[in-house]
């Protein structure tokens, strides 16, 4: 009855396990910024100490916040380009960028991936609903063709560099238009198709300086923000008016 008991804690440590980090817990989006490189780095600890002839492979996967969206469709009607159609997805991600070893595909089956959601294809963008099948999926590439042109979304095959199958680190890019929030940099062992460990870290991104107070008022006074950006457009517009009519 001892070794039933201890059989569960046994083999819970004859798994590896994983020692993750980041290079930065918070980033800061002022004026100046123009995007940063996050380096998402650790250590694969084996039982004893001992590294298999085979050593696991390693995927990283940084999510920022999740959010409803709506997705609009252009066409061109009587030579004009308009909205035609649109889809809302209840929960996308606003960035959403993922590093492994190895092809994911070379990694784990179909249902792992989307179990894990380790590439775009494999995201749970959980459309609104009511829409045909084909029409989700034309959305749905549509979502992730804007934000991986925009940076946002993103794929790196081999990515990620293991020293001495132990050491792991892969460099993700943060652009400049990020949204702000609490991101997720998700890490998984994968070991013969299956994931047998993950580990994660969360990273703030948030604005700084004169960007802060702007957010900060916009959020918590809205009234006054609203009046304070009619007022200054009027004032703005009354200088060029003025500056305009100098001129002439």
Known sequence: MLLAGLAP???AQSEPTLVPDVSARSIEIRYTFAGAQLLLFGAILYPGGRVPQRPADIVVV???PVEPIIVREKQKIAGIWMNADSNRFRSAPSYYAVASSRPVRELVDERTAAIF????QDLQLSPGGGALPDKERRFEAGLLD???RKGLFGEQPGGVEITDGVLYRARIAIPSQVPVGTYTAETFLIDRGKVIAAATRDVEVGKAGFERFIALAARQHGF???LAAVLL???LGWAAAMLFRRRV
């Open 62 to 64: 940084l999510k920022g």
């Open 224 to 226: 006054l923000y609203g």
């Open 233 to 235: 457009s009027l004032g």
């Open 9 to 11: 804690l046994l083999l």
């Open 117 to 120: 959601e380790l590439g775009l």
């Open 146 to 148: 804007l934000r991986r």
